[in-house]
């Protein structure tokens, strides 16, 4: 795949839809590679790290925010969405991680969080100076009290990250914040947020960015005559016909037709994913060849590790990419959820089809890694990637997971840093487990990662399974993953795939070509279709293992 696209061994140009059969890393830059002794991975970090990224066989990389931040949301809480951190790095560093990329082949996309910027942005600063009613205040959500003093917020409005959706200001108005305080939300009605964002994307494609990961994708527009009250954010709390006050209201294609326009302003065309947590059957408009593009499709984080379930997202998410003209995105692991690894180690995870309100329960109340089967957790976790590797669609890799790395589940409260933890009334879990800094190499200090105390701490259990300890091992994670990519990428034909069996066990397809995937969900052997097997997720000896995909050649 995408053999044609190199000049003089770059990807300066390349065929428009390189992304629609990607498998895309996505590297958490604080957790990736420390190069300069403070404990943060930083973007040097990953330079140096860009041979191993290119062993890896992916097409792209997804940097989750690099920017100047306080880091109240690890990151997501944007000071500046045109500058790095001058604790990661700088611009030139970035312009020297994209042509380092670039001439190995690889892609490259941002993190673009248009929802909210963070409390230290200038134009909050500027807001938190300027009088209500002024044109600063405007470029956010500020509105006055309830009560006889405006002592009572707005609305009754609680936020993701705990019990308030607004904070008051020193003049006694309040701003509205989906997240935590540090994150107040834009106006996106105000057409100057929308020509700063413009000028955003533009920044960052000018500087050879090749795509954009959007943040909330569906949160920008919003109903705020009356003002939105909410409880909650299960995803069964909003209408999911348009209409709701906070969420996915039609208004917020508007916005993604113009960005389109400049992202077709470019050779090929800069692309982008939407986080958008959404009713299926709203997905594709975010999806849409006249909008972002694609769209993040989550079904499989939530789903019970079983054939049917399985196979129902499968079935759905390819139909809606084919009615979108757009291509399915496969994710099993990313920065906000328990490792896949360790999920599937959950007993029950899934079974009452609202897996993240299972998560948090689980971790809230269990919390201790001798409760799970890691093993069984480990043999399920590469059977699905095996099997969304072999999906049509582009396919997300979260660093970490090609180490088959479990979640630190028993890391110590006080030593957590995510706001959703502690801001959350022990309500929510805690997505530092699956932010730990990687383990490179177990005969150094922090596993390779830093020579100082990294900024969040490193489970013992890291030293087996660090990459040195894997590099040479045939039978390790990492080689399985870099042997499946690489296959994939050789047998890789157009978007097809026909279905050939499916049961209560296990599933099977063709893609194009003859390349048949079966995965078995159960916990007993199944029978080995003939053909010659190509890769498997555990040995195979004459049958199909429990908990195990093979690939074959038919
Ligand atoms: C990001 C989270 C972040 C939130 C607020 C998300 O969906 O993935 O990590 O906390 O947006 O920006």
Same mark, same amino acid.
């Given at each position: 795949?995408?053999?044609?696209?190199?000049?003089?061994?770059?990807?300066?140009?390349?065929?428009?839809?390189?992304?629609?059969?990607?498998?895309?890393?996505?590297?958490?830059?604080?957790?990736?590679?420390?190069?300069?002794?403070?404990?943060?991975?930083?973007?040097?970090?990953?330079?140096?790290?860009?041979?191993?990224?290119?062993?890896?066989?992916?097409?792209?990389?997804?940097?989750?925010?690099?920017?100047?931040?306080?880091?109240?949301?690890?990151?997501?809480?944007?000071?500046?969405?045109?500058?790095?951190?001058?604790?990661?790095?700088?611009?030139?560093?970035?312009?020297?991680?994209?042509?380092?990329?670039?001439?190995?082949?690889?892609?490259?996309?941002?993190?673009?969080?248009?929802?909210?910027?963070?409390?230290?942005?200038?134009?909050?600063?500027?807001?938190?100076?300027?009088?209500?009613?002024?044109?600063?205040?405007?470029?956010?959500?500020?509105?006055?009290?309830?009560?006889?003093?405006?002592?009572?917020?707005?609305?009754?409005?609680?936020?993701?990250?705990?019990?308030?959706?607004?904070?008051?200001?020193?003049?006694?108005?309040?701003?509205?914040?989906?997240?935590?305080?540090?994150?107040?939300?834009?106006?996106?009605?105000?057409?100057?947020?929308?020509?700063?964002?413009?000028?955003?994307?533009?920044?960052?494609?000018?500087?050879?960015?090749?795509?954009?990961?959007?943040?909330?994708?569906?949160?920008?527009?919003?109903?705020?005559?009356?003002?939105?009250?909410?409880?909650?954010?299960?995803?069964?709390?909003?209408?999911?016909?348009?209409?709701?006050?906070?969420?996915?209201?039609?208004?917020?294609?508007?916005?993604?037709?113009?960005?389109?326009?400049?992202?077709?302003?470019?050779?090929?065309?800069?692309?982008?994913?939407?986080?958008?947590?959404?009713?299926?059957?709203?997905?594709?408009?975010?999806?849409?060849?006249?909008?972002?593009?694609?769209?993040?499709?989550?079904?499989?984080?939530?789903?019970?590790?079983?054939?049917?379930?399985?196979?129902?997202?499968?079935?759905?998410?390819?139909?809606?990419?084919?009615?979108?003209?757009?291509?399915?995105?496969?994710?099993?692991?990313?920065?906000?959820?328990?490792?896949?690894?360790?999920?599937?180690?959950?007993?029950?995870?899934?079974?009452?089809?609202?897996?993240?309100?299972?998560?948090?329960?689980?971790?809230?109340?269990?919390?201790? &890694? +001798?409760?799970? @089967?890691?093993? #069984?957790? %480990?043999? *399920?976790?590469?059977?699905?990637?095996?099997?969304? !590797?072999?999906?049509?669609?582009?396919?997300?890799?979260?660093?970490?997971?090609?180490?088959?790395?479990?979640?630190?589940?028993?890391?110590?409260?006080?030593?957590?840093?995510?706001?959703?933890?502690?801001?959350?009334?022990?309500?929510?879990?805690?997505?530092?487990?699956?932010?730990?800094?990687?383990?490179?190499?177990?005969?150094?200090?922090?596993?390779?990662?830093?020579?100082?105390?990294?900024?969040?701490?490193?489970?013992?259990?890291?030293?087996?399974?660090?990459?040195?300890?894997? &590099? +040479?091992?045939? @039978?390790?994670? #990492?080689? %399985?993953? *870099?042997?499946?990519?690489?296959?994939?990428?050789? !047998?890789?034909?157009?978007?097809?795939?026909?279905?050939?069996?499916?049961?209560?066990?296990?599933?099977?397809?063709?893609?194009?070509?003859?390349?048949?995937?079966?995965?078995?969900?159960?916990?007993?052997?199944?029978?080995?279709?003939?053909?010659?097997?190509?890769?498997?997720?555990?040995?195979?000896?004459?049958?199909?293992?429990?908990?195990?995909?093979?690939?074959?050649?038919?």
């Amino acid at each position: 795949m995408n053999s044609d696209v190199f000049v003089d061994g770059v990807f300066l140009r390349g065929p428009a839809d390189w992304w629609r059969q990607a498998v895309i890393y996505q590297i958490y830059p604080r957790s990736f590679f420390d190069s300069n002794a403070d404990g943060l991975g930083d973007i040097k970090g990953i330079i140096s790290k860009v041979d191993y990224i290119s062993s890896l066989g992916v097409d792209a990389v997804w940097l989750s925010p690099f920017y100047p931040s306080q880091l109240a949301d690890g990151g997501y809480d944007v000071d500046d969405y045109r500058d790095v951190d001058p604790k990661l790095g700088t611009l030139n560093d970035i312009d020297e991680l994209t042509a380092a990329l670039h001439a190995k082949g690889i892609r490259i996309f941002v993190d673009i969080v248009p929802n909210h910027s963070s409390n230290l942005h200038v134009w909050f600063q500027e807001a938190l100076r300027s009088p209500a009613g002024s044109a600063a205040r405007n470029r956010y959500i500020f509105r006055d009290g309830r009560g006889a003093n405006g002592e009572l917020p707005p609305s009754d409005l609680v936020s993701h990250f705990g019990p308030e959706g607004w904070t008051r200001v020193e003049d006694g108005q309040w701003y509205m914040h989906l997240f935590t305080r540090e994150q107040p939300d834009f106006n996106w009605d105000n057409p100057e947020v929308h020509e700063e964002f413009l000028k955003t994307l533009k920044f960052w494609s000018d500087r050879g960015v090749d795509g954009f990961r959007v943040d909330v994708a569906h949160a920008l527009k919003k109903q705020l005559d009356p003002l939105p009250s909410r409880t909650g954010y299960d995803l069964s709390l909003m209408k999911a016909d348009g209409t709701d006050e906070l969420f996915d209201r039609d208004e917020v294609h508007e916005i993604y037709k113009d960005w389109r326009q400049v992202f077709n302003q470019y050779d090929p065309p800069r692309v982008a994913v939407a986080e958008a947590w959404v009713h299926p059957n709203r997905v594709p408009a975010y999806a849409s060849q006249s909008g972002l593009g694609q769209s993040f499709n989550f079904d499989l984080l939530v789903a019970e590790w079983s054939a049917p379930a399985f196979h129902k997202v499968i079935a759905e998410n390819l139909k809606t990419a084919i009615e979108t003209g757009s291509s399915s995105t496969w994710v099993m692991s990313n920065h906000d959820v328990i490792r896949h690894t360790t999920r599937l180690a959950i007993p029950g995870y899934g079974k009452s089809g609202n897996g993240f309100a299972e998560e948090n329960d689980w971790y809230i109340n269990h919390r201790f &890694e +001798n409760s799970l @089967d890691l093993q #069984l957790g %480990l043999e *399920r976790a590469l059977a699905a990637t095996l099997l969304i !590797l072999a999906l049509p669609g582009s396919t997300y890799i979260y660093q970490g997971e090609e180490l088959g790395l479990h979640d630190y589940v028993a890391m110590p409260d006080h030593l957590k840093q995510d706001p959703q933890w502690f801001r959350g009334e022990g309500k929510f879990k805690s997505r530092d487990g699956c932010r730990v800094p990687l383990p490179w190499d177990e005969s150094q200090p922090a596993y390779g990662f830093s020579s100082v105390l990294p900024h969040l701490p490193q489970p013992d259990w890291f030293a087996g399974q660090s990459v040195a300890s894997q &590099e +040479n091992n045939a @039978d390790s994670v #990492l080689n %399985l993953y *870099r042997r499946a990519i690489k296959l994939r990428r050789e !047998l890789e034909g157009a978007e097809e795939l026909s279905w050939l069996s499916s049961d209560s066990k296990s599933f099977s397809f063709e893609r194009p070509g003859g390349w048949v995937c079966v995965t078995n969900f159960s916990e007993s052997v199944i029978e080995l279709p003939a053909g010659e097997v190509l890769l498997s997720s555990k040995r195979i000896t004459g049958e199909i293992p429990p908990n195990c995909t093979v690939w074959l050649k038919v």
